[in-house]
């Protein structure tokens, strides 16, 4: 038409067109989205918003939904473990009766049968018994055990051992000591509670004994010597132990009973470092009769005493053997010069 020289009139595309023509003219710009597809993203994401929300809301448990669980308080109760008692043993009891001062001495040995790893602790009382149902007419060694038929544990012998220890009591008995028929040990644990009772036969006399001769007015008449004495050191032990021979020199019609101590001696040193056999036989720098070795003989007895010691014994030069009735009067005392090598 243009050609022919007709106005050609203005054509207008259609609105698809005309957008396509413009967008096909426009510049290129990378990841650009149209309207469109952001509204429809948009439309995705809010429904799976709502998705989600609405999964939680389904999990998550209402106040209802949750049964309610009684309260209640819970007590667990530890079983205490069992402690079971010390296993103790007493060995036979020995009485050494002094009619004219009206005493009386009992001698045992108590004993840990038990495991050994912990020391056991006690207390020892003797009880004399004439009538074993009326405790009112016992009588308690040592003295003030036993008050108006009642035993008091802490007024005995207290100990502590590992493996054994030996017992000496003594008490008063006065003009009743041919009425008791029986001597029962009692041995109680650290708190007072009983863990032994063991029943002795017994028969004292009003008439001096053959022992008592030994110890009492009738000891003048009796000649104790002491021979063959010797004396060695175990390097490897730590043990000392004398040797020696008690022999009654006087009349052999009656036994004699008593105990014997060694002590070693420098007289350049502290009595109070001297050392004693058996242990435990010296106080303060002197023996000590009643932790001595008892002997009880008509004729001679040939006694070893044994000591430990962790000091050099090579300092003592004198060894000096104690002989004691059994009322602890001496006897004999005879010295001996030692030559000891660590």
């Excluded at 035993?151 to 008995?173: A, H, L, Q």
């Excluded at 650290?190 to 032994?196: H, M, T, V, Y």
């Excluded at 040797?243 to 009656?254: E, H, I, K, L, Y």
Aim: proline share 7%; hydrophobic share 40%; charged share 25%.
């Amino acid at each position: 038409m243009k050609k022919a020289g007709l106005p050609v009139p203005d054509r207008q595309l259609p609105t698809a067109l005309a957008k396509t023509e413009q967008t096909a003219d426009a510049p290129q710009t990378p990841n650009a989205i149209t309207a469109d597809e952001q509204e429809q993203r948009v439309s995705a994401a809010n429904q799976q918003s709502a998705l989600v929300q609405a999964s939680e809301r389904a999990i998550e448990p209402t106040a209802s939904a949750v049964p309610e669980v009684a309260r209640r308080d819970i007590h667990l109760e530890r079983k205490a473990p069992t402690i079971e008692p010390p296993t103790i043993a007493v060995g036979e009891m020995k009485l050494d009766h002094s009619a004219s001062q009206g005493r009386v001495k009992a001698t045992f040995r108590v004993s840990n049968t038990g495991p050994r790893s912990s020391p056991v602790k006690g207390w020892c009382v003797v009880a004399l018994k004439s009538d074993p149902a009326d405790a009112d007419t016992w009588m308690g060694l040592p003295d003030d055990a036993l008050v108006d038929g009642k035993i008091d544990p802490k007024k005995g012998n207290n100990f502590r051992i590992s493996r054994f220890i030996d017992m000496d009591m003594e008490t008063t008995v006065g003009t009743r000591s041919d009425s008791f028929t029986t001597a029962t040990v009692y041995v109680f644990d650290d708190a007072g509670a009983i863990l032994l009772e063991k029943d002795f036969p017994i028969a004292l006399s009003l008439a001096p004994s053959g022992s008592e001769t030994a110890v009492g007015g009738e000891a003048a008449e009796l000649t104790i010597a002491v021979d063959r004495f010797k004396i060695q050191y175990d390097t490897s032990t730590n043990i000392l132990r004398a040797m020696f021979q008690v022999s009654n020199t006087g009349s052999r019609s009656s036994p004699v009973t008593g105990r014997c101590v060694v002590v070693l001696k420098n007289e350049q040193i502290s009595p109070e470092t001297w050392l004693a056999l058996p242990d435990g036989a010296m106080m303060s720098g002197k023996p000590y009769p009643a932790k001595g070795k008892l002997f009880k003989i008509s004729r001679f007895k040939n006694m070893t005493i044994e000591a430990s010691t962790e000091n050099d014994p090579s300092v003592f030069d004198n060894a000096v053997v104690y002989v004691f009735g059994m009322d602890g009067g001496m006897l004999l005392e005879k010295a001996y010069p030692v030559r000891l090598n660590r």
